[in-house]
């Protein structure tokens, strides 16, 4: 078992740019969230997907955004790229339904730069 | 607001020394709370999370309501402790799994 993969692992941008990250989830997980990571600071939650749809979101705006596909793999997406979304993009997946709250498993994450 | 503070950046300890990395955290309802740990050049993973109540490779850490604390411990450090730990909050309870994290503590074991 690969765990949760993501891609690419890194990626420089120019502001103004558009970026795709993409995310494949452990076998056997259906729920996957994206957390920012800036450097000296802990993973910030962005959303999450289940059921291809957006379950919940944090505090981001609307330049980010995602989706989930029927495989349960998602991309991530962000518009109009900010000096400031430069960080480490991480994708976890989960397992919904389970009785306590399902651990998260982390890939290893995307390096987004924007220069 | 949901908060999780971590007050130390690093904390260096030597071999065979007791360890304490502090977590305090910031809910009105019931949490549920969570170490994980990114060793060098590894993914960020789970070591324990207080509902299960175990000890994960001899650290322990126990839910402190009145105080809101949640310090992971360990009676003698090794040198593979060394590593990246963040503590983190979920404000739901059943499958979704929104945590929040503090912004980590660097434990430094010295042989």
């Known amino acids: 078992d690969a765990g949760v993969t993501q891609s690419p692992t890194h990626l420089i941008k120019t502001r103004g740019q558009q970026v795709t990250l993409r995310c494949s989830p452990k076998s056997g997980h259906d729920t996957v969230s994206w957390y920012q990571q800036a450097l000296g600071q802990g993973p910030q939650f962005i959303f999450q997907?289940?059921?291809?749809?957006?379950?919940q979101r944090g505090n981001f705006p609307d330049r980010f955004s995602g989706h989930q596909f029927p495989n349960y793999s998602s991309e991530l997406n962000v518009n109009a790229l900010l000096l400031g979304d430069s960080a480490l993009y991480l994708c976890?997946?989960?397992?919904?339904?389970?009785?306590?709250?399902?651990?998260?498993?982390f890939g290893n994450g995307t390096r987004l730069t924007v220069t | 607001a949901q908060r999780v503070t971590q007050p130390e950046k690093l904390l260096s300890v030597f071999k065979g020394a007791p360890v304490e990395l502090k977590c305090n955290y910031s809910?009105?309802?019931?949490?549920?709370l969570f170490w994980y740990v990114q060793y060098s050049r590894q993914r960020l993973q789970l070591l324990l999370r207080h509902i299960s109540r175990e000890s994960i490779k001899g650290f322990t850490a126990d839910l402190n309501k009145g105080e809101t604390s949640f310090h992971l411990k360990k009676p003698f450090a090794q040198e593979e402790d060394s590593a990246m730990y963040y503590c983190a909050l979920s404000g739901y309870g059943g499958a979704t799994n929104k945590l929040i994290f503090g912004t980590g503590t660097l434990l430094a074991v010295q042989p």
């Open positions: 976890a997946s989960s397992l919904d339904g389970e009785l306590y709250n399902s651990p998260l498993h």
């Open positions: 997907y289940y059921e291809e749809e957006e379950r």
């Open positions: 809910y009105s309802g019931s949490p549920e």
